[in-house]
């Protein structure tokens, strides 16, 4: 069974940076892509970022050059670094593999806001 737990979400202002990270249970997390999405309030969800078990990367255009992806095989933790916040940004954000399974995690909430 998938169990994610998602954690990092807060309020920020413009401009400024937040580090989700993903506690993943289970040794399925070495073996898996795994992924970053969001959903905006009255929005689908979207992929942000993969990353591959050798550690490749793919960002969605709305966030390149600022997110980054990242994994911890040892701790079975993915994590979101993001920098240049925008209020765009504001969502609840999910990690799971990639292609997605259906078990969600709760989400840490993202709020960008002056």
């Known amino acids: 069974q998938v169990q994610l737990v998602e954690s990092g979400g807060g309020l920020v202002q413009p401009g400024g940076s937040l580090r989700l990270s993903c506690a993943a249970r289970?040794?399925?997390?070495?073996?898996?892509?795994m992924g970053w999405y969001r959903q905006a309030p009255g929005k689908l969800r979207e992929l942000v970022a993969s990353i591959t078990t050798g550690g490749s990367t793919n960002y969605a255009d709305s966030v390149k050059g600022r997110f980054a992806i990242s994994r911890d095989s040892a701790k079975n933790t993915a994590y979101l670094q993001m920098n240049n916040l925008k209020p765009e940004d504001t969502a609840v954000y999910y990690c799971?593999?990639?292609?997605?399974?259906?078990?969600w995690g709760q989400g840490t909430q993202v709020i960008v806001s002056s």
């Open positions: 799971n593999l990639y292609p997605p399974v259906p078990s």
């Open positions: 289970g040794t399925w997390f070495r073996i898996n892509t």
